[in-house]
Nanobody, 125 residues
């Protein structure tokens, strides 16, 4: 599966963005799709994931209550709605996929096999 992210940009603290991850080449139905981010000078970290099998989700503690992951099967697209953005959310956000897993695994990058190129999010104070 080929993944392409979009929706990044620059916002002020407290603002919102919605990221999109579009998949081509295979249906998301048998994948878990995850969002990761990498801030300047930091390691990549897991943000959220959603199962294409049953829609179950997982979130990192630092985004609970602020970010929402969802999917639109007809468009083979997964979204990440980000509200109440903070400067600490500044990062390149990546979409990733792992095949044949029904349950969203721990959000570790080694669990995911396919990656997009990322979309940059900048939150100013």
């Amino acid at each position: 599966v080929h993944l392409v992210e979009s929706g990044g940009g620059r916002v002020q603290a407290g603002g919102s963005l919605r990221l999109s991850c579009v998949g081509t080449g295979d249906s998301f139905d048998e994948y878990v799709i995850g969002w990761f981010r990498q801030a300047p000078g930091k390691e990549r970290e897991g943000v959220s994931g959603i199962s294409g099998y049953d829609g179950s989700t997982r979130y990192a503690d630092f985004v609970k209550g602020r970010f929402t992951i969802s999917s639109e099967g007809a468009k083979n697209t997964v979204y990440l709605q980000m509200n109440s953005l903070e400067p600490e959310d500044t990062a390149v956000y990546y979409c990733a996929a792992t095949y044949g897993t029904q349950v969203v695994p721990e959000l570790h990058e080694q669990e995911f096999d396919y990656w997009g190129r990322g979309t940059r999010v900048t939150v100013s104070s």
